[in-house]
């Protein structure tokens, strides 16, 4: 059985940073690319970022230069930091992988 589990979200103010943690369970992890997503209130889920199994990276423009992704293969465990964050970036934040979704955490960023 396939499981995601993400952690490390919470209310930070403008400017602050947070990092997402993503835990896989019952997958060869290092076989698979993961994904960061986030879904914001009354939008569709969107792209975030991604990390390859071989450790190519992409990110959505909004996010380019302020948050990263990174993989421990012997943790089963993607993270995300982000950086400089800013009120748009609120939202719950799921972690993906082969058609497989976590449950996310909120991020709320508020002054």
């Known amino acids: 059985q396939v499981q995601l589990v993400e952690s490390g979200g919470g209310l930070v103010q403008p400017g602050g940073s947070l990092r997402l943690s993503c835990t896989a369970s019952?997958?060869?992890?290092?076989?698979?690319?993961m994904g960061w997503y986030r879904q914001a209130p009354g939008k569709q889920r969107e792209f975030v970022a991604g990390?390859?199994?071989?450790?190519?990276?992409n990110y959505a423009d909004s996010v380019k230069g302020r948050f990263t992704i990174s993989r421990d293969n012997a943790k089963n465990t993607v993270y995300l930091q982000m950086n400089s964050l800013k009120p748009e970036d609120t939202a719950v934040y799921y972690c993906g992988s082969g058609g497989f979704w976590g449950k996310g955490t909120l991020v709320t960023v508020s002054s």
């Open positions: 990390r390859s199994s071989d450790g190519f990276t």
């Open positions: 019952g997958i060869i992890f290092s076989n698979y690319a």
